[in-house]
Antibody, heavy 116, light 112 residues
Framework: QVQLQESGPGLVKPSETLSLSCTVSGGSSSGYYWSWIRQPPGKTLEWIGYISNTGYTNYNPSLKSRATISVDTSKNHISLKLTSVTAADTAVYYC??????????WGQGTLVTVSS | DVVMTQSPLSLPVTLGQPASISCRPSQSPVYSDGNTYLNWFQQRPGQSPRRLIYKVSTRASGVPDRFSGSGSGTDFTLTISRVEAEDVGVYYCMQGTHWPWTFGQGTRVEIK
């Protein structure tokens, strides 16, 4: 059974870069689309972006080019970097296997708070 | 962005009774490949979202058959035929056709 586990700092200062990693266990990271989705406290979900099985990436325009998603298939890791964070980036961040059909595997999520 | 409007936002239900949630996208979610990428998710308290239905009516692996999806155009519905206690949570519709893919505001299902 494939499992996804997000990891990273729970607290990031405004204007700094948020860096998260997602470890895939029980399966391979190659051959799939991988997405990052976030959920601010008490709010709905927002698709941050995805990376295809060929390395093509697509990001939500609302993030104004601040996001970067990459995959290291040798380590079975998917990474997210979000630059110049503000309080509006405070959310639970989910790593998801999949794309337009919504994703069949979700990580448990990691809460990132942006605060000085 | 495509706005996904769900109703109701809160749904008190009686155990064993049916329940329905409506989702109305601001644009048709029919993709150029002919598929309609309208999906439904369940988020139980304190858990990650779980995909229930994809492409309008296909149940995801392991999802009980009391969950069903239907609809076309800009009018879609998630139906629970007989609500069980484990169905408590927030339900989201999502469109995967127009980038950025977007979710509805969520419908909170609770037991009366």
């Amino acid at each position: 059974q494939v499992q996804l586990q997000e990891s990273g700092p729970g607290l990031v200062k405004p204007s700094e870069t948020l860096s998260l990693s997602c470890t895939v266990s029980g399966g391979s990271s190659s051959g799939y689309y991988w997405s990052w989705i976030r959920q601010p406290p008490g709010k709905t979900l927002e698709w941050i972006g995805y990376i295809s099985n060929t390395g093509y990436t697509n990001y939500n325009p609302s993030l104004k080019s601040r996001a970067t998603i990459s995959v290291d298939t040798s380590k079975n890791h998917i990474s997210l970097k979000l630059t110049s964070v503000t309080a509006a980036d405070t959310a639970v961040y989910y790593c998801v296997r999949g794309e337009r059909m919504g994703g069949d595997r979700w990580g448990q999520g990691t809460l990132v708070t942006v605060s000085s | 962005d495509v706005v996904m409007t769900q109703s109701p936002l809160s749904l008190p239900v009686t155990l064993g009774q049916p329940a329905s949630i409506s989702c109305r996208p601001s644009q048709s979610p029919v993709y150029s490949d002919g598929n309609t990428y309208l999906n439904w998710f369940q988020q139980r308290p304190g858990q990650s979202p779980r995909r229930l239905i994809y492409k309008v009516s296909t149940r995801a692996s392991g999802v009980p058959d009391r969950f069903s999806g239907s609809g076309s155009g800009t009018d879609f519905t998630l139906t629970i035929s007989r609500v069980e206690a484990e169905d408590v949570g927030v339900y989201y519709c999502m469109q995967g056709t127009h980038w950025p893919w977007t979710f509805g505001q969520g419908t909170r299902v609770e037991i009366k």
